[in-house]
């Protein structure tokens, strides 16, 4: 027998019908029961729950009077052996509409919290990727600036050696090589008027004091770029043109106007091979695009002029304003200060239609002219 717990009967197998009400399938056990209706209740309700069933006492009316039966379970066992067979009834729990709408309605909640709680974890991860990407992108671009600030140093601390190391040449050559000179020129008046043992000594302190002069020169003349010294001003700065150009990126021009004194000051070509160094540097690094670099000595009477160009994206505001603000930057700054020191002129331009134009303009004096082959 199948039935719910209000004890309404939905089946009943054969034998069920005949020990009970036969043709009555779609009554309520409740009717068919002769005994305490509420030990009946008691009973289903207990029965159709999650824990241990009640035992229970019950009667049903059946054909042949009033069957007495045990509850045990599921179990309905006859009181007397001579009673009818063992009963077994199958319950199900009450189905309430009520009930379960509002079990749907706690469903779809839980469901709808469940995708909202879900979505906030979604934002919650995808705020925190963006800003784990934030804190790489600062991070790497404070390396970075970290970075350039050290080669921006690198290379000031390297100008400023390179310009301490000339004051030094320069003030010994001024100061104590133009001493020492004068006191050799002494000594040797003095060597020419002495006779004897003095005379000796005195050669002894000129021979001293030569040697003297000659570690100052040498001191001085180390101070200077080598190659200059080797090869000659213009020689010097065509191998350096060509040295920046030699991976082949670059078409070099090289070109030399005029005739090159037979010898220019120390200072002036110094100050002229830096200038070009730099420039030369900075078209390397920074003139992106660039295809073609011209480079032209101008070798003039009472001047000299160091001119390169190149063909590539040309200044941008800020680095013309670097080149001439108060505080210009390091390698512009260094240029210009070169040339201040040997009252020479530096002037950076741009190109006609693309490019940068850089022009260092030295003067000269009591130089005589010499030719050489372009």
Request: glycine share 8%; charged share 25%.
């Amino acid at each position: 027998m199948i039935a719910l717990s209000d004890g309404s009967i939905r089946a009943l197998n054969r034998a069920a019908s005949q020990l009970l009400a036969p043709g009555h399938a779609g009554t309520s056990l409740l009717d068919l029961c002769t005994s305490r209706g509420e030990a009946l209740q008691s009973y289903l309700l207990a029965c159709s729950g999650s824990r241990q069933p009640l035992v229970e006492r019950v009667g049903f009316g059946g054909p042949h009077g009033t069957n007495d039966y045990r509850c045990f379970g599921n179990v309905l066992v006859p009181r007397r052996k001579n009673q009818p067979a063992t009963l077994l009834l199958r319950l199900f729990p009450l189905l309430d509409a009520r009930f379960s709408a509002a079990a749907e309605r706690m469903r779809r909640l839980t469901a709808e919290r469940q995708r909202r709680l879900a979505l906030q974890q979604f934002d919650e991860l995808r705020c925190d990727r963006v800003r784990l990407v934030e804190q790489y992108c600062f991070v790497a671009e404070a390396l970075r600036v970290v970075e350039a600030r050290t080669h921006q140093l690198q290379d000031e601390l390297n100008h400023i050696r390179a310009d301490e190391r000339e004051r030094i040449a320069r003030d010994l050559h001024d100061h104590a090589g133009q001493e020492m000179a004068q006191v050799l020129a002494e000594l040797r008046v003095l060597q020419e008027s002495t006779k004897g043992p003095a005379r000796r000594r005195l050669d002894e302190i000129v021979a001293h004091v030569a040697g003297v002069g000659r570690k100052i020169h040498h001191a001085v003349v180390s101070g200077r770029p080598r190659v200059v010294e080797e090869l000659g001003f213009r020689r010097a700065i065509e191998t350096m043109a060509a040295s920046f150009a030699a991976d082949g990126r670059l078409d070099l021009s090289f070109r030399k106007k005029g005739s090159e004194p037979e010898r220019m000051p120390p200072a002036i070509e110094d100050a002229l091979y830096r200038v070009a160094q730099e420039a030369l540097t900075n078209a390397l690094k920074h003139a992106l695009g660039a295809r073609k670099l011209d480079v032209t000595l101008d070798f003039a009477t009472t001047s000299v002029s160091l001119t390169i160009a190149d063909d590539g994206i040309g200044l941008s505001s800020e680095a013309e304003q670097a080149g001439s603000g108060p505080c210009p930057g390091i390698g512009l700054h260094g240029m210009r200060q070169r040339m201040d020191d040997i009252g020479g002129t530096l002037d950076i331009r741009p190109r006609y239609r693309k490019g940068t134009v850089v022009s260092a303009t030295a003067p000269l004096s009591n130089a005589s002219p010499r030719s050489v082959a372009s």
